[in-house]
């Protein structure tokens, strides 16, 4: 199973990501963990990208279709895998058919959570707050001003991929507000009928 999720910040690709590699034994490929990963070790992909992802502005295209390439290539993504937050733009996209077709691969769904952008900033604040409950460490780029940039650099430059997954005919929308439990449920509806059609 290779699926996408799209949606802005907070609306809860994480979370299902997470309910999923449990289900399907796949792993969650999220680029923002995985540049996290890179800054925290303070390699060279992580010391560029670190100013441009405390400022809320997105990472060259050229670093995260690397890194995505090369992670499809490990033994963990053999069954497949679920993308969080990659693609984000729409050169990114056509990057990863490529990708994709190189390597004999296709997608499953694209799957898009919608969701109301006023809810949004509370979620991310719930976030915060919980994570400082359970004495973890805030994201860096989890403050109100990167927030509202990562909103705004979502609608210019993300919000274009429902159309042009739309286009593609592979795009699928979740009502993102409704419960966690319904919204898997009907992610689970939508996997059940992409295999019975491969
Ligand atoms: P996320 O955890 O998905 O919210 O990502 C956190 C930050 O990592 C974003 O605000 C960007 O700076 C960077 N980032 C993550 N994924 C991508 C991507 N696909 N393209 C560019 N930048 C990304």
Redesign the pocket.
């Given at each position: 199973m290779r699926l996408i999720f799209l949606g802005p910040?907070g609306a809860g690709k994480g979370t299902q990501a997470k309910l999923l590699t449990e289900a399907y034994g796949i792993p969650q490929l999220?680029?923002?963990?995985m540049?996290r990963a890179a800054v925290a070790e303070q390699s060279d992909v992580g010391k560029r990208a670190k100013a441009?992802?405390d400022a809320?502005?997105?990472?060259s295209d050229e670093i995260?279709n690397e890194i995505v390439s090369d992670k499809i290539d490990s033994p963990e993504c053999a069954k497949g895998f679920i993308l969080d937050?990659?693609?984000?733009t729409v050169p990114?996209a056509v990057a990863l058919a490529r990708i994709l077709e190189a390597k004999g691969l296709k997608l499953d769904a694209v799957i898009e959570l919608k969701v109301d952008e006023n809810a949004l900033v509370r979620r991310i604040e719930n976030r915060v707050t919980e994570t400082l409950a359970a004495g973890g460490k805030v994201r860096s780029?989890d403050n109100p001003e990167a927030v509202k940039k990562?909103l705004v650099e979502y609608r210019e430059k993300t919000a274009p991929l429902s159309d042009h997954y739309a286009s593609t005919g592979q795009l699928q929308t979740v009502d993102g507000m409704a419960p966690v439990e319904t919204v898997t449920a009907e992610i689970n509806r939508i996997l059940a009928s992409a295999s019975a059609a491969a």
């Open positions: 910040p999220s680029t923002g963990d540049l441009v992802m809320g502005q997105l990472v995260v937050g990659y693609p984000r990114q780029d990562r």
